[in-house]
């Protein structure tokens, strides 16, 4: 989510929250809900972050020498000539190899 959509929902739950016609366990509730949904969009953030600085990685093939940006261009690349598993290795998305 950008940032303007994090703080709506924030915002939505806050008002929510300010509400004096929640009784005391939708109050538990909600501010159950309201802090899983943030854990969720930290962990979101995460993955992006991780997956945006694997795509900016350089990995170079050992068998034919060919570099490639990002760790799925060189997946799909091991997929359609085995390279690495031929050598007994395997891509991981953790850039492994």
């Known amino acids: 989510m950008q940032a303007s959509t994090e703080d709506e929902v924030h915002d939505f739950y806050r008002k929510i929250l300010q509400s004096h016609s929640l009784t005391p366990d939708?109050?538990?509730?909600?501010?159950?809900?309201?802090?899983?949904?943030?854990?969720?969009q930290s962990l979101i953030e995460e993955v992006r972050n991780f997956a945006a600085e694997q795509a900016r990685k350089t990995?170079?093939?050992?068998?034919?020498?060919?570099?490639?940006?990002?760790?799925?261009?060189?997946?799909?690349?091991?997929?359609?000539?085995?390279h690495m598993a031929n050598q007994g290795k395997?891509?991981?998305?953790?850039?492994?190899?």
């Open 26 to 40: 939708d109050r538990i509730e909600l501010e159950q809900i309201a802090e899983a949904q943030a854990q969720k």
């Open 59 to 82: 990995y170079k093939c050992e068998v034919c020498g060919l570099e490639f940006l990002g760790i799925l261009a060189f997946a799909e690349h091991d997929a359609e000539t085995s």
């Open 90 to 97: 395997r891509v991981g998305l953790d850039g492994s190899q």
